[in-house]
Antibody, heavy 121, light 108 residues
Framework: QVQLVQSGAEVKKPGASVKVSCKAS????????ITWVRQAPGQGLEWMGW????????KYTQKVQGRVTMTTDTSTSTAYMELRSLRSDDTAVYYC??????????????WGQGTMVTISS | DIQMTQSPSSLSASVGDRVTITCRAS??????LNWYQQKPGKAPKLLIY???SLQSGVPSRFSGSGSGTDFTLTISSLQPEDFATYYC??????????FGQGTKLEIK
């Protein structure tokens, strides 16, 4: 079945970097984009960015621009999100999701299970 | 950037009630509006896309309406499994997306 499986929980110190993976299966990886969404404890969903699995084009929200890099490895159908210069307010569950077009309408139809990233000294 | 504002932020209701959640965009997003449901500890689930189209497998008690800047999500008869947090999301400015702040639906 179509699924996205993310890497496990991480604990990092302030100033460090984290790289979260998202492995796709059950569909042709390069056909759809991957987006990343995070959720701080007790808070709402925050869209972080998007990457085309076809050509690697990216778009990031201004809030993390300059600290985030999204990449894909088409040989393993895996997307990656690296966040640098980590701060306490980066503590969150990080989700990847597939961007699926229904006609002309983008949707996030398949989600990974989430990866908890904790920033603590 | 397009801002999305939901109301109310939280809502108490009983099983069998009809519930409406509102989402307003800071500029027109035409019909590029999705709704998601999220339960505690779980990833969000797509309910409605293109403002009013029901995602496959979603019960017909869920419906969406609206266009431009004003949208609603309606649950016609609340079931116990519907108590969750609901988010609207605009996809008009693709590939830049924005979520509303969420509406938590609790049992009265």
């Amino acid at each position: 079945q179509v699924q996205l499986v993310q890497s496990g929980a991480e604990v990092k110190k302030p100033g460090a970097s984290v790289k979260v993976s998202c492995k796709a299966s059950g569909y042709t990886f390069t056909t759809y984009g991957i987006t990343w969404v995070r959720q701080a404890p007790g808070q709402g969903l925050e869209w972080m960015g998007w990457i085309s699995a076809y050509n690697g084009d990216t778009k990031y929200t201004q809030k993390v621009q300059g600290r985030v890099t999204m990449t894909t490895d088409t040989s393993t159908s895996t997307a990656y999100m690296e966040l640098r210069s980590l701060r306490s307010d980066d503590t969150a569950v990080y989700y990847c999701a597939r961007v699926y077009l229904v006609g002309v309408f983008p949707t996030f139809d398949i989600w990974g299970q989430g990866t908890m990233v904790t920033i603590s000294s | 950037d397009i801002q999305m504002t939901q109301s109310p932020s939280s809502l108490s209701a009983s099983v069998g009630d009809r519930v409406t959640i509102t989402c307003r965009a800071s500029q027109s997003v035409t019909f590029y509006l999705n709704w998601y449901q999220q339960k505690p500890g779980k990833a969000p689930k797509l309910l409605i896309y293109a403002a009013s189209s029901l995602q496959s497998g979603v019960p017909s008690r869920f419906s969406g309406s609206g266009s431009g800047t004003d949208f609603t999500l309606t649950i016609s008869s609340l079931q116990p499994e519907d108590f969750a947090t609901y988010y609207c999301q605009q996809s008009y400015s693709t590939p830049m997306y924005t979520f509303g702040q969420g509406t938590k639906l609790e049992i009265k």
